[in-house]
């Protein structure tokens, strides 16, 4: 694969750089995506049934097995060469900062360095009553478990449509966006906001913006496109970065 020198002078010369990256990451690692066409979850599941607190307010067996369902599918996979190649970037860049859309753990399982989750977590639980943090559980458990705290029902620790991003995370993402002189978005059809801001913002703030994705997103304009999968792209870029 060859890549523009100008573009491998762009990566060396960065301080900063700040990781984006959304389900296309773990896509080569069986993972679906939610907006693909086809084979996405969104294609199959509507998001107002499942991923809202009014889905879980209605109905929230179906909610809770479907999460559950997810956990066992989440659960067999490991992470691919993309996730391998931002570690390896992340150990190269110290100063870099990894913000993931992502509810797995691939980029933990592949030695990432803290990763910012800005959507939540799968595998963890809080309390719908009181968000308490509530323990993890098997994941063929029919029945969300009630709090012991306050009585209220099991859910997982993600975001759901319509929740706001935790305060803590978002905050260390908008502050990486704001200081990145260098920004990958991987895998993401940069859609969702405000987590699609990040790259934006960043671009306002004079940082280049290199995207890694074998589709057209809006951030197109604004970026430097290498067009493909994840999993070949950032293993090759970061040979390329390693060669001299
Ligand atoms: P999407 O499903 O919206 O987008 C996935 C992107 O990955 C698309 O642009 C694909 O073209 C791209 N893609 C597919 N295979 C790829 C590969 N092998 N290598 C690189 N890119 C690939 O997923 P997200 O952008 O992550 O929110 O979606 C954002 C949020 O919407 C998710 O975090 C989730 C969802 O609703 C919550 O759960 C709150």
Do not use: C
């Given at each position: 694969m060859q890549f523009q020198p100008e573009l491998i002078e762009t990566i060396r010369g960065a301080g900063r750089i700040l990781f984006f990256t959304g389900a296309g990451v773990s896509a080569e690692s069986g993972l679906p995506t939610f907006r693909d066409p086809q084979q996405g979850l969104w294609a199959t599941f509507r998001p107002q049934d499942l991923a809202t607190p009014q889905a879980f307010a209605q109905d929230p067996e179906t909610v809770?097995?479907?999460?559950?369902?997810?956990?066992?599918?989440?659960?067999?996979?490991?992470?691919?060469?993309?996730?391998?190649?931002?570690?390896?970037?992340?150990?190269?860049?110290?100063?870099?900062?990894?913000?993931t859309q992502n509810v797995d753990r691939l980029h933990e399982l592949a030695g990432?360095?803290?990763?910012?989750?800005?959507?939540?977590?799968?595998?963890l639980n809080k309390c719908a009553g009181c968000a308490h943090a509530m323990p993890e559980v098997a994941y063929d458990l029919e029945q969300p478990p009630l709090c012991e705290a306050c009585g209220g029902l099991c859910r997982p620790d993600v975001?759901?449509?319509?929740?706001?991003?935790?305060?803590?995370?978002?905050?260390?993402?908008?502050?990486?966006?704001?200081?990145?002189?260098?920004?990958?978005?991987?895998?993401?059809?940069?859609?969702?906001?405000?987590?699609?801001?990040?790259?934006?913002?960043?671009?306002?703030?004079?940082?280049a913006i290199i995207q890694v994705n074998p589709a057209p997103t809006p951030l197109d304009p604004i970026a430097h496109n290498l067009r493909g999968s994840a999993a070949t792209i950032m293993p090759a870029l970061l040979a390329e970065l390693g060669a001299s």
């Open positions: 809770w097995r479907w999460y559950q369902w997810r956990r066992r599918v989440h659960s067999g996979v490991m992470p691919n060469p993309a996730h391998e190649a931002i570690a390896a970037l992340q150990r190269r860049f110290p100063e870099s900062v990894l913000v990432s360095h803290l990763p910012v989750h800005l959507h939540g977590h799968l595998f975001v759901w449509f319509g929740e706001g991003l935790p305060a803590g995370p978002w905050n260390a993402a908008l502050k990486a966006a704001r200081e990145a002189d260098l920004v990958f978005s991987i895998g993401t059809s940069a859609t969702v906001v405000p987590a699609a801001e990040l790259p934006r913002v960043a671009h306002r703030n004079g940082a």
